[in-house]
């Protein structure tokens, strides 16, 4: 009988905590879009687009990301995530050229940090406003 009961138990209490997780796409909102430009001012190579895809958990946005057309480019996957605090862009994109690279770019005090991790060139580098201040081969 006690067995039924902790299960009965676990099993309600799982239920409570269960969120609706929806998405849709839609126009980037003014804090998303300002800090997607604010981005692509220091690195034009994360790209600048106005649709996007919000996920919301409850009626609050708890991730963002964008797609893109990749036919004709060099890219075989290319992916943007926007954080839901937004100040953070992360970034995952593989080509024939430069391989896999992710990473993100952070804004705090004004000024934007990118944080790349190249798989191919087994490559770290940091740069802050464009600008690179760290590479170090692994």
């Given at each position: 009988m006690r067995k039924y009961l902790l299960l009965f138990a676990v099993l309600c209490t799982s239920i409570s905590f269960a969120?609706?997780?929806?998405?849709?796409?839609?126009?980037?909102?003014?804090?998303?879009?300002?800090l997607l430009k604010k981005v692509n001012q220091y690195y034009p190579d994360i790209t600048l687009s106005k649709s996007v895809t919000n996920f919301?958990?409850?009626?609050?946005?708890?991730?963002t990301q964008q797609e893109f057309d990749l036919r004709g480019t060099k890219f075989s996957s290319y992916k943007l995530g926007i954080g839901p605090d937004n100040k953070k862009v992360l970034f995952d994109y593989v080509s024939t050229e430069a391989g896999?690279?992710?990473?993100?770019?952070?804004?705090?005090?004004?000024?934007?940090?990118?944080?790349?991790?190249?798989?191919k060139t087994n490559q770290i580098d940091?740069?802050?406003?464009g600008k690179s201040v760290y590479l170090k081969k692994l």
């Open positions: 969120q609706t997780i929806t998405s849709k796409q839609e126009e980037a909102s003014i804090a998303q879009y300002e919301y958990a409850d009626g609050k946005i708890i991730d896999h690279v992710h990473g993100d770019v952070t804004i705090f005090n004004g000024n934007a940090l990118k944080t790349t991790f190249n798989e940091v740069s802050l406003n």
